[in-house]
């Protein structure tokens, strides 16, 4: 089954960054965001991923390109006139990836439209964002996914607000919660799609997924909604990426379950 990463977006509420290098290769704890995503997937098994790329794509095929000598100590010996690279403490990913070229200014629906041809005869696939982590289980999603029978799962999530919140009344103040967790579901992303989804989509590059299709299939009764209640952080703003390294830095990495 694989795995649809949306990779090619410019970004621009994280222009610190990605003035230098696509969103998905920010790196936390010294990894690239699209690698800590991608180990999520492979932790439970599902190894084959589709990377749909438009801003700098190419310092994404870089990246893996090069990843063994990227990731692990390796000699080059040059003394026999041809290099030859000999890896040291060798764990690479047993990961296939496709890299599709999906256009630069490619709305998010017209860039899973372009990549139908690589979903092949396969009924269902993930989606999710190049941006986000979380301590989901994702065969769990899939399960509920197959169990709810609708053309799309999508992975809903009660973030923190950013600001504290007051109840008034009278005009006087009841009571202060800094910072409370949302009562609101939000969309985190982490999407199960049955191949229907493609009905829904065009490919002329401006067909918005989180607009006209999603809301079509949920008009028809037909988007289902996974509930995650617990770790989920996206790399939106320079702060969000301060935020998860802090999390990083403390050890405190609930998202890296193939560490335990």
């Not at 063994?68 to 040291?88: N, P, Q, R, V």
């Amino acid at each position: 089954m694989k795995t649809v990463i949306l990779c090619g977006g410019r970004g621009t509420r994280l222009n610190e960054e990605t003035e230098f290098r696509p969103k998905p290769l920010v790196p936390i704890g010294g990894r690239p965001i699209i690698w800590h995503i991608m180990k999520l997937y492979s932790y439970f098994g599902f190894n084959d991923f589709i990377l749909c790329l438009g801003y700098k794509g190419e310092m994404i095929k870089q990246y893996f390109l090069s990843y063994d000598e990227l990731a692990h100590d390796f000699t080059l010996a040059l003394d026999s006139g041809k290099k030859k690279i000999s890896h040291h403490n060798h764990q690479t990913p047993k990961w296939r990836i496709t890299f599709a070229d999906t256009g630069l200014e490619t709305e998010t629906g017209s860039r899973v439209a372009r990549i139908k041809k690589y979903i092949g005869n396969d009924k269902e696939f993930f989606l999710t964002y190049g941006d986000g982590v979380a301590n989901i289980d994702i065969k769990k999603l899939l399960t509920y996914h197959r169990t709810k029978k609708k053309i799309v799962t999508v992975t809903g999530i009660q973030p923190t607000n950013p600001f504290g919140v007051i109840e008034a009344e009278a005009g006087l103040v009841k009571s202060f919660i800094e910072k409370p967790q949302s009562k609101d579901l939000t969309s985190g992303g982490f999407f199960v799609c049955s191949r229907k989804l493609f009905d829904y989509l065009s490919d002329d590059g401006s067909c918005i997924l989180e607009r006209e299709p999603l809301r079509a299939i949920a008009k028809e009764g037909q988007l289902a909604v996974y509930h995650h209640n617990d770790f989920w952080h996206c790399v939106d703003t320079l702060k969000d990426v301060k935020g998860l390294a802090y999390h990083y830095d403390r050890g405190h990495r609930p998202w890296m379950l193939w560490e335990r």
